[in-house]
């Protein structure tokens, strides 16, 4: 976009070289807007008010020793304080990263250790663990616990911010330059310890203009946060996009607390991993089943309308005049009622989604999209363009994204949204970025003839069986997932084997409440996974997604295993991918019981 156009449509932010800079005109151009509130407007902060807290932060920081290119960590929830250090750090020139809240002592020791930060801001929440982890931390100086001072060698936000009343931040944001790095991003560690992915302003700008030529972001945007800090989405989403397009941000601090907030906040963009996708379409379709055959009979004509649209066949009248019907008189309202009737675009990533999935959204009038993109890649790579989603792809490459296939079909990606490297790790950036500047995604991918993309699975992650074949753990994971609400996490195992097996996790809303219509209360996971009804449910399950798998691909046995799954444990990453290697060593007894 050309600066004239960019400074008439009251967008300047979006012509700016760095993210200080963006921060800057964004406060001179929306000073009176809500930037950062929370559900209730117990906290709500201007723009301009934001600018003066960030910078009062600032220059308590720079007190205590930050200095540029200095690192700070952050290991805060989703509060209005992760915003003000973030940008307070910024403002002097150093590199705020951020720690998800389930890491051990032992790995806020490595991501703390590997980026060198000499100062943290730390959550009361969060200090044991953090305090736990200092001892290995020699090169950490101070840390400042947000509710307030908590021992030696802590010091309270409050007597951080407001410091030095005469701090001047201008010299210091402006000395800025585009390849500064702006944070770093601390990859989730399905194969080894995380890589921090150094980003830098030219990323960021980069991808921010990315998102813009999809969704023209209109005047007073609104975004939730409610994703981990730590991972590029919420950046991105919630954190970088909002400074520049002058959203409000309204803070989740409970994840789980998301689709309640979606209805008090009516976002104008939301993006979410495919599990929260998969509980709000079971809770929807279980309180549709009960409104009558007129309901269902509207939901499977809209449902066939999409595939067939998505087929590029033509739809009936009768099947149309039905699924608009059930528009007018149903979907529209489900809409409301879900809070994504005011929602540009609505997207999903981070994992394969179940077909089924995105159909019904389809249906229910939702245009809900998958996007790739990895931290490697500022998060941005391709998208489904609102109205021209083509369902079982990620979609067309992003504005000022190259991409090719290698050989072996490894996606290769090259533009300004490509990392600068990782950190302390010149062996690794040589082995991911080549010398023409391609990025080696690590992701197998298929290209269609109108540029729409489609990932098959991981490069190091392809199950190759006893016979040679080739096949994808991830699609066939989404297929099963897909097939029945009583799971809720599947691990396919299947590498150097004769067949495929599964090890399945019930999902803890749904199994408990079909146990109960089976007169089994009270239960928890770990015992319903030995419950006949339960076990019945998840083989119904099985055998549905067998029928739409390829015969190889299908699962001949199976092991529901007793428990949960966490974010952050010992099988899943923080981002809720499979840890596989240590998957199939803790449940290598039960994996090979499947083969005895």
């Known amino acids: 976009m050309e600066e004239s156009t960019i400074a008439a449509a009251g967008r300047r932010s979006l012509g700016a070289r760095t993210m200080t800079e963006a921060f800057r005109l964004t406060v001179e151009d929306h000073p009176d807007r809500v930037a950062l509130r929370t559900k209730d407007d117990e906290v709500s902060l201007t723009w301009a008010q934001l600018r003066d807290r960030v910078d009062a932060l600032a220059g308590g920081l720079a007190g205590l020793g930050v200095k540029r290119g200095d690192t700070v960590a952050l290991m805060l929830g989703n509060r209005p304080e992760f915003a003000i250090a973030d940008l307070a750090a910024l403002t002097l020139g150093a590199t705020p990263f951020s720690i998800y809240q389930t890491f051990t002592p032992g790995q806020i020791a490595h991501v703390v250790g590997d980026a060198g930060a000499k100062l943290a801001i730390v959550e009361q929440a969060y200090l044991e663990r953090f305090l736990a982890a200092r001892a290995e931390l020699p090169a950490l100086e101070t840390v400042v616990v947000v509710e307030g001072a908590a021992g030696p060698a802590t010091v309270g936000w409050n007597d951080v911010e407001g410091a030095d ?183 999903v990533g981070a994992a394969p989604t179940p077909r089924d999935v995105l159909v019904f959204f389809h249906a229910i009038g939702v245009q809900l999209g998958e996007l790739w993109g990895m931290s490697e890649t500022t998060g941005v790579g391709a998208v489904n363009p609102p109205e021209r989603v083509r369902i079982g792809t990620v979609g067309p490459p992003s504005l000022g994204v190259e991409v090719r296939l290698a050989d072996d079909g490894e996606l290769l990606v090259r533009g300004d949204v490509v990392m600068a490297g990782y950190r302390n790790q010149p062996e690794k950036t040589a082995e991911a970025l080549d010398p023409e500047g391609w990025l080696h995604t690590g992701d197998i991918a298929e290209i269609d003839a109108d540029g729409y993309i489609s990932i098959v699975d991981r490069k190091k992650e392809i199950i190759i069986n006893a016979a040679g074949k080739n096949m994808s753990p991830a699609n066939i994971e989404s297929t099963l997932k897909g097939a029945g609400p009583v799971i809720g996490h599947v691990a396919v195992i299947g590498d150097r084997r004769p067949y495929n097996t599964a090890l399945i996790v019930l999902d803890s809303d749904f199994a408990p409440a079909l146990a109960a219509q089976h007169g089994i209360e009270g239960r928890t996971l770990e015992a319903l996974a030995g419950e006949e009804a339960i076990l019945a449910a998840v083989q119904a399950a099985v055998d549905k997604g067998n029928g739409e798998l390829a015969r190889v691909e299908q699962i001949k046995k199976f092991t529901i295993v007793p428990g949960d799954w966490a974010p952050g444990g010992d099988e899943l990453t923080p981002t809720m991918k499979l840890k596989r290697k240590p998957i199939h060593e803790k449940y290598v007894a039960e994996i090979e019981a499947m083969y005895a």
Not at 190 to 211: D, E, S, Y
Not at 237 to 242: D, F, I, S, V
């Open 165 to 347: 009343p005469g701090f001047d931040p201008e010299p210091h944001w402006r000395a800025a330059n585009p390849e500064d790095v702006v944070t770093l991003i601390y990859t989730s560690g399905t194969t080894g310890p995380p890589k921090g992915v150094q980003l830098v302003h030219r990323n960021i700008m980069a991808m921010v203009k990315a998102a813009d030529a999809i969704i023209r972001f209109p005047d007073g945007s609104k975004v939730i946060s409610w994703l981990p800090a730590a991972h590029i989405a919420e950046r991105n989403a919630h954190h970088y996009m909002p400074i520049v397009f002058a959203m409000t941000i309204t803070f989740c601090p409970n994840p789980r607390e998301i689709v309640a907030y979606l209805p008090a906040v009516k976002p104008t963009w939301f993006f979410a991993v495919p599990r929260i996708f998969e509980k709000l379409k079971g809770g929807l379709e279980g309180h549709l089943s009960t409104q009558g055959e007129q309901t269902v009979g509207w939901l499977g004509a809209a449902r066939r309308k999409v595939e067939l649209e998505q087929a590029g066949e033509p739809v009936p009248e009768d099947v149309a005049a039905q699924a608009a019907e059930g528009e007018k008189q149903l979907f529209a309202g489900l809409r409301a009622m879900l809070g994504l009737d005011e929602a540009l675009a609505v997207n």
